[in-house]
């Protein structure tokens, strides 16, 4: 019997989006949406939380933080499986 490791479940996860949800106007104003306030709430709190290292460090980190994201997509995935989250909103929290 084989483990999954974590990258092969984020792989699974990926399979199973189907880009077909994202191809509406309200998906991808959603996307967008949620996308910018998951940058700006990630950016703004580890650059504060930084910034005694330095203007430029205090950047690096909060930039550095933007693509974290993988509780998201378990959360997502979960809801999936459970019919909670719908084909539109898995779509939409994978591609974030």
């Not at 989006?17 to 998951?38: C, E, G, K, R, Y």
């Not at 974290?68 to 959360?75: D, M, Y």
């Amino acid at each position: 019997m084989r483990v999954l490791t974590v990258v092969d479940e984020f792989a699974f996860i990926g399979i199973e989006l189907s880009l077909d949800a994202l191809f509406s106007l309200d998906a991808l104003l959603l996307l967008a949406a949620v996308t910018a306030l998951a940058a700006v709430t990630k950016l703004i709190p580890a650059y504060l939380a930084s910034r005694g290292l330095g203007r430029e460090e205090a950047t690096i980190v909060g930039v550095g933080m933007i693509p974290r994201g993988e509780v998201g997509i378990v959360v997502a995935s979960i809801g999936a499986a459970e019919g909670v989250v719908d084909a539109e909103l898995f779509g939409v929290v994978v591609a974030m």
